[in-house]
């Protein structure tokens, strides 16, 4: 028997390596492919555990070789756990088609997850069990289908069910499905799905919340040509003897009919009003409800402009730089008034044949309607067409969506339909700046006129200096908006680490402290050494890696803080010289018969010979602290030993003992139970004999009422975490300083070098930018994320920036005569991580000069002007104030002006 598991395990490695190394190999995305979503979480630790039994060739890198990977029983025991990544898990009756998993609307790739094809996900599958399989399909995107994508997040549809006499039943159907799908196969699905199929006939009527108005659904199109969107409800209708009674009601009310066949309905209760509605249907079906509203969506009950986007699904980022646009004057103002249609160039090769242009002039027009909200989503179709970056439900950055807007927009509305060759010249002779860059000024705008040009962009000198030949090239190029570096100074992270007690049920000490992105768990025991005064050596310190609520391992002395699984904190402890073993502690509770982690995790510390009481009395010290005390004494001088307390507390929680998995599994090789998390730890003599490094205890809590959950989370807060975080509060820096840096001359790295024409090599030149003009809609792009290997870090910094008399003259090359002075109308922000963050933005309201904050579809009102600052400021929108007649030799950038 032993043979044959070996001669299995030798052959299961042998599969494990070979797709290891197919994994190695770039697989091509093929439309229709099969591809799985796995916890990023459970892949790094399967990989940690590889390398660690992967033989080396002589340079240090893993052997890839059948022979090279030897399978340990802990990787074997590994359930592959994606519950973390799952919205919800939904009933689909194995049709076809239709997606059982609906995912976290914030996940992202490659934090949270990694995509395995159909292949190598089989061959794991074979040796490791999983809580749910998450499988999605390639689609090809674009204009021309030739963007191949995993579409990680399908749509995630309502379906109201109309019984066969067409009134609205009291369930709504979830389903989740892909944009590719056609509406004639989505309606034999969902036929299937409701039990529909002795039906004759079906159709399909989108309704779109915040249109009132449900939409014809035609069979042969797409969801994605029907512009359905996240969380978008569907109507399916049911024909009866011959006829759709829809259109008979319709028919037979008084209202005007119109061709466009937009039908009135009433408000669908949306998920978060569930609690307090008795069903999520149609409240009333009366003829009244399905008159037809002309003139846009709901009544005009707000200020121009202040009207909310819908949220399509991880659209937040698009949002907010359409706000900060749409209350840009010029832009404003171009559109509103269809200035822009005599401009749109739709024979333009790099452009969107004017489409861009146009459906962005509508969403424009219709948030200045004097609407509530709106949907942004034939905007987003568009682009999703033309850039399939930009297609399916992924977060995405602000900025680069503006860069990317604001191109496109200038190729849609470039009035230069015929663009002239246009070469750019070495300068051989020297010749003044002022003449060099009004000539490429002009040769830019021999190819580009447009609203855009003219509002929108400046002019950059840009000086490259050879570092061998001393050879310099200088150019002026233009620029639609200024990147600008926060100094390093301001910009270190901070963690939060957690100090736990030796013994006994003392709280947690909480210690921040100052990081840079290579700084290792080596560098972090000295400088918390430094910060905390403890009398210890940085031997005498383990610092452990959190997941979530529990120790995930120790991490070595070299490790980079950056790769923490938390990485704003972790925990550090000094072991108790006392004693032989240190042994991790992790707390759960059950909620609606789910184990969920709660409280701190701490550690205990024993001998080598210990029983398995004596380690449920040492737990016990450590949360009794977290215990609410119910034994009723006979009278209240009566004083309860602590065998009292401890008989009574064992009541109210148990131990488990564990694997410290991905998710936690059995520790017993007997055990009969295939989904046991742990069993139990008994309360008796015996020998404790769980000493191995990758087993942890559960502290389970059987009765929430007797567990002070808020005390549960209570410690100790050192001075340093107010101190630290103020002092970065306090030196945060002014958006000078970064106007400063930008202009600064740094070295080209090596990945990225510069053809000097004088050694005729590549040489990492020395670069600086300097504005030579500046424009009249002036966009700050402040560079929060910094990389470093897989990481990528946010600063957070507080960037100080006025919010009236930016003056821009001290950083220009040509220092005007006056002041070159902007004012900010509008602020793109960023809050969170990158991967799980969300945008929103506060805009100046032109018409009656007040601040207000868009996020998504909610739109209210700013009072106070410095709320307006923080570190969530991420793109600044500043225009330039009217110059006096007086004053006609400031500097400005020579554009366009459009009648």
Request: hydrophobic letters at 35%; proline letters at 4%.
């Amino acid at each position: 028997m032993h043979k044959d598991t070996e001669q299995s395990k030798d052959g299961a490695s042998k599969k494990l390596s070979k797709v290891w190394n197919d994994m190695q190999k770039v697989e091509l995305l093929k439309p229709g492919a099969c591809w799985y979503i796995v916890s990023r979480q459970w892949y790094d630790n399967f990989n940690k555990l590889r390398l660690d039994t992967q033989q080396l060739n002589q340079n240090g890198t893993p052997k890839l070789n059948d022979e090279s990977f030897c399978i340990p029983d802990e990787l074997l025991s590994e359930t592959i756990n994606n519950d973390h990544l799952i919205h919800k898990t939904l009933d689909t009756k194995g049709i076809q088609g239709l997606y059982d998993i609906v995912l976290k609307p914030n996940v992202s790739d490659p934090e949270d997850f990694v995509l395995l094809s159909g292949k190598i996900y089989d061959v794991f599958r074979e040796h490791f069990t999983s809580t749910q399989d998450i499988k999605r399909h390639v689609i090809a995107d674009g204009v021309n289908k030739t963007y191949n994508r995993v579409e990680i997040f399908p749509l995630h549809l309502f379906i109201l069910q109309l019984d066969c006499g067409n009134t609205p039943t009291d369930n709504v159907t979830e389903v989740c499905v892909s944009k590719k799908t056609t509406v004639g196969d989505f309606n034999l699905m969902l036929k299937q799905l409701l039990c529909l199929e002795h039906i004759t006939a079906t159709r399909l009527w989108s309704y779109p919340r915040e249109s009132g108005k449900a939409t014809l659904m035609t069979s042969s199109h797409t969801l994605e040509q029907e512009l359905i969107s996240q969380q978008d409800q569907i109507i399916m209708e049911c024909e009866q003897e011959g006829s759709w009674p829809l259109d008979q009601r319709i028919k037979s009310s008084k209202s005007d009919i119109v061709e466009d066949s937009n039908y009135s309905y009433p408000t669908i209760v949306n998920e978060g009003e569930k609690k307090n509605k008795k069903t999520n249907s149609l409240d009333t079906f009366d003829m009244d409800s399905m008159k037809i509203k002309l003139g846009g969506y709901g009544s005009s009950t707000r200020r121009k402009g202040l009207c909310g986007l819908k949220n399509l699904g991880n659209t937040c980022f698009m949002n907010s730089a359409l706000q900060c646009l749409s209350n840009t004057p010029q832009l404003n103002s171009y559109f509103i008034t269809d200035r822009y249609i005599e401009h749109v160039n739709e024979t333009n090769a790099l452009g969107m044949k004017g489409e861009l242009a146009v459906k962005f002039g509508s969403l424009i027009k219709e948030m200045w309607s004097g609407i509530n909200s709106c949907s942004p989503v034939n905007l987003k179709h568009c682009i999703g067409q033309f850039a399939p970056q930009f297609s399916g439900y992924s977060q995405h950055d602000s900025q680069e969506f503006l860069a990317f807007l604001l191109d496109g927009l200038h190729e849609d509305l470039n009035q230069v339909k015929k663009k002239p060759y246009v070469e750019m010249k070495d300068e051989v002779v020297k010749r003044p700046d002022a003449v060099v860059a009004k000539e490429q000024w002009e040769m830019h705008l021999a190819r580009n006129r447009s609203v855009i040009v003219d509002s929108f962009q400046g002019q950059l000198k840009s000086t490259l200096e050879c570092p061998e030949c001393k050879k310099i090239s200088i150019k002026f190029d233009p620029f639609m908006y200024l990147s600008l570096p926060i100094p390093k100074s301001s910009s270190q992270p901070l963690i939060d680490v957690l100090m736990l007690p030796c013994e006994g049920n003392a709280r947690p000490v909480k210690y921040c402290v100052e990081l840079t992105l290579n700084t290792t768990v080596e560098m972090l025991k000295k400088r918390f050494l430094e910060l905390s005064l403890i009398d210890a050596t940085e031997q005498d310190i383990v610092v452990a890696d959190m997941s979530g609520h529990r120790i995930f391992n120790i991490a070595q002395p070299q490790t980079l803080v950056n790769q923490f699984n938390t990485r704003d904190k972790c925990l550090l402890f000094i072991p108790n010289q006392k004693y032989d073993h240190s042994i991790f502690v992790t707390q759960w509770k059950k909620v609606d018969e789910q184990l969920t982690s709660c409280g701190l995790p701490f550690v205990i510390f024993t001998l080598s010979e210990v029983t398995n009481r004596q380690v449920w009395l040492k737990v016990w010290k450590s949360i009794r602290k977290d215990i609410i005390l119910q034994i009723e004494a006979e009278t209240d001088d009566v004083a309860l030993t602590d065998d009292d307390t401890f008989q009574n507390d064992i009541k109210v929680f148990r131990i488990r003992v564990a694997k410290t998995t991905n998710d936690f599994s059995c520790v017993n090789d007997d055990c009969q139970d295939k989904k046991c998390k742990g069993c139990p730890l008994p309360l008796n003599d015996d020998p404790f004999q769980h000493f191995n490094h990758d087993t942890t205890l559960i502290v389970e809590w059987l009765d929430l009422n007797c567990y002070n959950s808020r005390q549960a989370m209570t410690v100790v807060v050192h001075q340093s975490v107010n101190s630290v975080k103020e002092n970065a509060k306090r030196f945060g820096v002014d958006l000078h300083d970064c106007l400063n840096l930008f202009s600064e001359t740094e070295q080209l790295g090596p990945k990225d070098p510069w053809y000097c024409p004088n050694c005729k090599e590549m040489r990492q030149a020395h670069k600086r930018f300097e504005i030579w003009s500046a424009p009249d809609i002036l966009i700050v792009h402040l560079k929060r994320f910094t990389s470093a290997r897989r990481f990528v870090g946010k600063i957070d910094c507080n960037v100080d920036f006025p919010i009236h008399d930016l003056d821009l003259s001290p950083f220009m090359v040509r220092r005007p005569s006056v002041p070159m002075l902007y004012d900010l109308y509008a602020i793109s922000n960023h809050m969170g991580g990158l991967g799980g963050g969300h945008y929103t933005a506060y805009c100046k309201n032109y018409i009656d000069g007040g601040w207000y904050l868009f996020n998504d579809s909610s739109v209210s009102q700013c009072v106070d002007e410095k709320k307006l600052k923080g570190n969530h400021a991420y793109v600044l929108f500043y225009k330039r104030k009217k110059i006096e007649k007086s004053h006609p030799n400031v500097t400005t950038s020579p554009t366009v002006i459009f009648n």
